[in-house]
T-cell receptor, first 119, second 115 residues
Framework: GAGVSQSPRYKVTKRGQDVALRCDPI?????LYWYRQALGQGPEFLTY????????KSGLPNDRFSAERPEGSISTLTIQRTEQRDSAMYRC?????????????????FGPGTRLTVL | AQSVTQLDSHVSVSEGTPVLLRCNYS??????LFWYVQHPNKGLQLLLK??????LVKGINGFEAEFKKSETSFHLTKPSAHMSDAAEYFC?????????????FGQGTILTVHP
């Protein structure tokens, strides 16, 4: 079956522009996560959703970053007024089980990522 | 709070020799621990996971890891390296409780395999 998909795969933008990154999770997966991975680092948690509800946004760096998942499926991560320090790989993951529930079915499946470059 | 330390940023081995990638973790609750692998230009793939069952965990491609609570370690091993194992490996921790599902990644270890 289809895995997690993300679009665009590559995005180059100028400082000050807004960008929207899309994540399409595996069909039926309840939870969706966003991570950011700087060059040479491991991914860092940004936010996650159970269904359409945003459960934890403690990893969003500032109020320029926001995410939504209005129908409990596709999610969009939006960065307003981009800055050069926002350049990174943005990764999305989904899992079958709802986070906050002890379950062995919480394996997160990752998409290929969106490489964002802010000039 | 949870954290992960991967003790080596780069590991280089010869094909056919053992692989050891070291990981120490810190967690306030009973942790779940994972190893993910990232091949160039590909997504992250789960190698194996520990979720409070057997302390010796076997994963894909011949890898295994042992959870040692007394040492707060979760080292990844493989008896014999293959060229296709060359990749970046991440040790990951997730805590039970309300933040369950939030993964904390280590810095990564780049594994190089020489012929």
């Amino acid at each position: 079956g289809a895995g997690v998909s993300q679009s665009p795969r590559y995005k180059v933008t100028k400082r000050g522009q807004d960008v929207a990154l899309r994540c399409d999770p595996i069909s039926g997966h309840v939870s969706l996560y966003w991570y950011r991975q700087a060059l040479g680092q491991g991914p860092e948690f940004l936010t996650y959703f159970n269904y359409e509800a945003q459960q934890d946004k403690s990893g969003l760096p500032n109020d320029r970053f926001s995410a939504e998942r209005p129908e409990g499926s596709i999610s969009t991560l939006t960065i307003q007024r981009t800055e050069q320090r926002d350049s990174a790989m943005y990764r999305c993951a989904s899992s079958w089980g709802a986070s906050g529930v002890l379950s062995s079915y919480n394996e997160q499946f990752f998409g290929p990522g969106t490489r964002l470059t802010v000039l | 709070a949870q954290s992960v330390t991967q003790l080596d940023s780069h590991v280089s081995v010869s094909e056919g020799t053992p692989v050891l990638l070291r990981c120490n973790y810190s967690s306030s609750y009973s942790p779940s621990l994972f190893w993910y692998v990232q091949h160039p230009n590909k997504g992250l793939q789960l190698l194996l996971k520990y979720t409070s069952a057997a302390t010796l965990v076997k994963g894909i491609n011949g890898f295994e890891a042992e959870f040692k609570k007394s040492e707060t370690s979760f080292h990844l091993t493989k008896p014999s390296a293959h060229m296709s194992d060359a990749a970046e490996y991440f040790c990951v921790v997730s805590e039970s409780g309300t933040s369950y599902g939030k993964l904390t990644f280590g810095q990564g270890t780049i594994l190089t395999v020489h012929p």
